[in-house]
């Protein structure tokens, strides 16, 4: 268990406790203090003086905190959680077993999402077809998958792309078409925050950056391994995705989203997992000159 965290004072002892009371032979938790500047790590060691925490000097992003945290730790799987989430009493019990009595690439298990008073409780597609899913959290997450060791070091995220980072690691792994077992009745909790601040055109900017980037590396990666005209409807599904943020609120750079993955353009319409409004609205922007 990896839990790379940055500035999560108030929230990381209510994460840790979700998982150490749980901490046997069979389970490490690892924390990576990604340059917290808040005391974070301090704050869990007052109460967790056992905890295994792993420094970087400087804030260094999300997807460096991760490739730190996996590849420090010894674990033959490999899971995610956020400093402000947690996981359910028995979850790691259960994939352990699971684990021991299978042998599967990866587990999987369900993500209950917290917001605003309200839980919602999702399950991945559980098809395995890339083609076929939506890209969605639940679907590509780290924190409800846990994974073998190996394929996700030799998926490693991109460096300094903090978005869509278990997106860029998950598709390269689930192109392999591992085996995949579930497990029922227990979930990730993913806490949302109550009030999330608007986002300034500078964190749509931020965010188109990473996903165009991530985008390209996935579609360079599938190309150099010959998966491209398989996966040709996932990967036109990322490219959409991704140069959408050219028309989010603030920006409306209609010129940059029609040059950015141009072959997209004409296959819209047949994306699938896109809501047929959107799908019209930006075929219809594909073809004003």
Same mark, same amino acid.
Request: hydrophobic share 45%.
């Given at each position: 268990?990896?839990? $790379?965290?940055?500035?999560?004072?108030?929230?990381?002892?209510?994460?840790?406790?979700? *998982?150490?009371? /749980? %901490?046997? @032979?069979?389970?490490?938790?690892?924390?990576?203090?990604?340059?917290?500047?808040?005391?974070?790590?301090?704050?869990? *060691?007052?109460?967790? $003086?056992?905890?295994?925490?792993?420094?970087?000097?400087?804030?260094? @992003?999300?997807?460096?905190?991760?490739?730190?945290?996996?590849?420090?730790?010894?674990?033959?799987?490999? *899971?995610?959680?956020?400093?402000?989430?947690?996981?359910?009493? !028995?979850?790691?019990?259960?994939?352990?077993?699971?684990?021991?009595?299978? /042998?599967?690439?990866?587990?999987?298990?369900?993500? #209950?999402?917290? +917001? %605003?008073?309200?839980?919602?409780?999702?399950?991945?597609?559980?098809?395995?077809?890339? !083609?076929?899913?939506?890209?969605?959290?639940?679907?590509?997450?780290?924190? !409800?998958?846990?994974?073998? #060791? +190996?394929?996700?070091?030799?998926?490693?995220?991109?460096?300094?792309?903090?978005?869509? +980072?278990?997106?860029?690691?998950?598709?390269?792994?689930?192109?392999?078409?591992?085996?995949?077992? =579930?497990?029922?009745?227990?979930?990730?909790?993913?806490?949302?925050?109550?009030?999330?601040?608007?986002?300034?055109?500078?964190? /749509?900017?931020?965010?188109?950056?990473?996903?165009? @980037?991530?985008?390209?590396?996935?579609?360079?990666?599938?190309?150099?391994?010959?998966?491209? +005209?398989?996966? =040709?409807?996932?990967?036109?599904?990322? %490219?959409?995705?991704? %140069?959408? =943020?050219?028309?989010?609120?603030?920006? #409306?750079?209609?010129?940059?989203?029609?040059?950015?993955? $141009?072959?997209?353009?004409?296959?819209?319409? =047949? *994306?699938?997992?896109? #809501?047929?409004?959107?799908?019209?609205?930006?075929?219809?922007?594909?073809?004003?000159?």
């Amino acid at each position: 268990m990896v839990v $790379p965290f940055f500035n999560a004072a108030s929230t990381i002892t209510a994460c840790a406790k979700s *998982l150490l009371p /749980h %901490k046997s @032979g069979a389970v490490e938790v690892l924390f990576v203090d990604d340059g917290s500047a808040d005391g974070s790590a301090d704050v869990l *060691l007052g109460v967790f $003086p056992e905890a295994m925490v792993v420094r970087h000097e400087a804030n260094r @992003g999300t997807a460096a905190a991760l490739t730190t945290g996996y590849r420090a730790a010894h674990g033959d799987y490999l *899971l995610r959680c956020d400093a402000d989430d947690y996981i359910d009493g !028995n979850l790691l019990d259960a994939i352990v077993g699971l684990i021991v009595e299978r /042998h599967p690439d990866i587990v999987e298990f369900a993500m #209950r999402t917290h +917001e %605003k008073g309200k839980v919602k409780v999702e399950m991945p597609s559980g098809n395995g077809d890339l !083609n076929d899913m939506a890209l969605s959290t639940v679907n590509f997450s780290l924190c !409800n998958h846990a994974v073998r #060791r +190996e394929l996700i070091l030799d998926a490693l995220p991109y460096e300094a792309l903090n978005c869509w +980072e278990d997106l860029s690691v998950m598709a390269r792994i689930l192109s392999r078409q591992p085996s995949v077992a =579930r497990i029922d009745g227990l979930a990730y909790n993913y806490v949302r925050p109550d009030s999330p601040t608007s986002l300034s055109v500078a964190d /749509h900017s931020v965010i188109l950056r990473d996903r165009v @980037g991530v985008a390209e590396r996935i579609d360079a990666y599938f190309t150099e391994n010959g998966l491209a +005209e398989k996966f =040709r409807p996932f990967l036109d599904r990322v %490219k959409f995705s991704a %140069k959408a =943020r050219y028309m989010a609120h603030g920006m #409306r750079d209609r010129r940059a989203w029609k040059t950015t993955f $141009p072959e997209v353009n004409s296959r819209i319409m =047949r *994306l699938s997992h896109i #809501r047929l409004r959107h799908k019209l609205m930006f075929a219809i922007l594909s073809l004003i000159p």
